[in-house]
Nanobody, 124 residues
C-alpha cells in the first residue's frame, strides 16, 4: 500500500511560481508511473502531467506545456509550476500506479493510489 502526501500549495499571484511535492509514506516510487491531476470547484478532475516509471517519458496537458515540469527522485514526485494563471487554481493531487512498462504514461485517472491534495490558488 502506497500512501501519498502532497505539499507546496498556496496562494500566489498570476505570473508567479510554485513547486508541489508528493512524498511516499514508505518505500520508493521506482516501481510506479506517477501523475498529477487537478480539480477546480464544480469541474471534473483533470490530468495535468505524468511521468513513466523510468522517467523516460513525460506527458502534459496542452495548457500547461512549457510552464509546468514533472520530475521525481526515489521518494518524491514534484511539479514545478511557473507563469501561473488564474485558471490554474485548483486542488492538485498526485497519483501512482504500478507499471510493468518502463515507458508508459497515463493521462486518464486510472491510478491506484491518490494523495489528499494540496490547494493552489492563483490571484489576478
Amino acid at each position: 500500500q502506497v500512501q501519498l502526501v502532497e505539499s507546496g500549495g498556496g496562494l500566489v499571484q498570476a505570473g508567479g511560481s510554485l513547486r508541489l511535492s508528493c512524498a511516499a509514506s514508505q518505500g520508493t516510487f521506482r516501481a510506479y508511473a506517477m501523475g498529477w491531476f487537478r480539480q477546480a470547484p464544480g469541474k471534473e478532475r483533470e490530468f495535468v502531467a505524468a511521468i513513466s516509471r523510468t522517467d523516460s517519458r513525460e506527458g502534459y496537458l496542452d495548457s500547461v506545456k512549457g510552464r509546468f515540469t514533472i520530475s521525481r527522485d526515489n521518494v518524491n514526485l514534484y511539479l514545478q509550476m511557473t507563469s501561473l494563471k488564474v485558471e490554474d487554481t485548483a486542488m492538485y493531487y498526485c497519483a501512482a500506479r504500478p507499471s510493468l512498462s518502463p515507458n508508459a504514461v497515463w493521462t486518464s485517472p486510472t491510478y491506484d493510489y491518490w494523495g489528499q491534495g494540496t490547494q493552489v490558488t492563483v490571484s489576478s
